[in-house]
């Protein structure tokens, strides 16, 4: 049985700001993806999910109320190496990371050479996950790194988990500990979590249990792992 409910750990928390969901379904067919953002500010709610050839986009929903596009203007999904890989994070080092694979290095190769968003006084973690597939033997490996500020002073700390997946277990990695000002960052190990058998389900789960003022997009992803087609769920609040 997992550590915490996923459900829970949402509907007890107004602003776990942007977060990741990586695992393996409870029947062990699938790996399975999440990933969610949230705004407090009208820039920040001003924004959408938008799938295009390779990869996931965030893209304003009303382009004459965008402010700003630093920081919230990204791809959070890149899939890379021919499909064997997939890249969910909660920045611009996606393109980072997927140009380093393409150079032959590592995810932590370049995570090493980025730090928290320059936000200051938030300066919010990057959260970053990565799965690697393996078809012909229906099995998949994850990762997951935050990289932040140490206790809210402007040097960075770089933390790096590599799982074995595990049927029905998931883990949960979040930017923020909870709402307020400044916000408090993500503190400790990722979030073990109970997980379903499919997107539909999970994006149920994630989608119900976010703050219903706060939340804005969220992106799920369900791989099979015998190298049939993924299935794939997008919601908007702005489309909805």
Not at 161 to 174: S, V
Not at 175 to 203: H, M, Q, R, W
């Amino acid at each position: 049985m997992a550590l915490f409910d996923l459900k829970t750990l949402l509907s007890e928390n107004s602003y776990p700001g942007r977060g990741i969901v990586i695992g393996k379904s409870k029947d062990g067919k699938s790996a399975l993806i999440a990933y969610f953002i949230m705004g407090r500010s009208e820039n920040s709610r001003n924004r959408i999910f938008e799938r295009f050839e390779g990869g996931m986009r965030t893209k304003a929903y009303d382009e004459t109320k965008l402010s700003d596009p630093h920081l919230i203007i990204y791809n959070p999904y890149l899939s890379a190496k021919g499909g064997n890989i997939d890249i969910i994070t909660n920045g611009d080092q996606t393109n980072t990371v997927y140009d380093y694979l393409n150079d032959g290095k590592h995810f932590e190769d370049a995570l090493a050479v980025r730090e928290f968003e320059d936000d200051q006084p938030n300066f919010t973690p990057r959260i970053s996950g990565i799965l690697y597939y393996c078809f012909p033997r229906n099995v998949f490996t994850y990762k997951l790194s935050i990289l932040k500020s140490s206790n809210g002073r402007p040097v960075c700390n770089r933390y790096f988990y590599d799982y074995t997946p595990e049927n029905g277990i998931g883990h949960f990695i979040h930017t923020y500990k909870c709402d307020g000002n400044p916000i408090p960052s993500f503190y400790g190990e990722p979030e073990e979590v109970e997980l379903p058998n499919t997107a539909k389900e999970l994006a149920n789960i994630v989608w119900d249990n976010l703050n219903p003022d706060n939340k804005v997009s969220l992106f799920v992803r369900q791989v099979p792992l015998d190298g049939s087609e993924p299935t794939e769920i997008i919601i908007n609040k702005n489309e909805e």
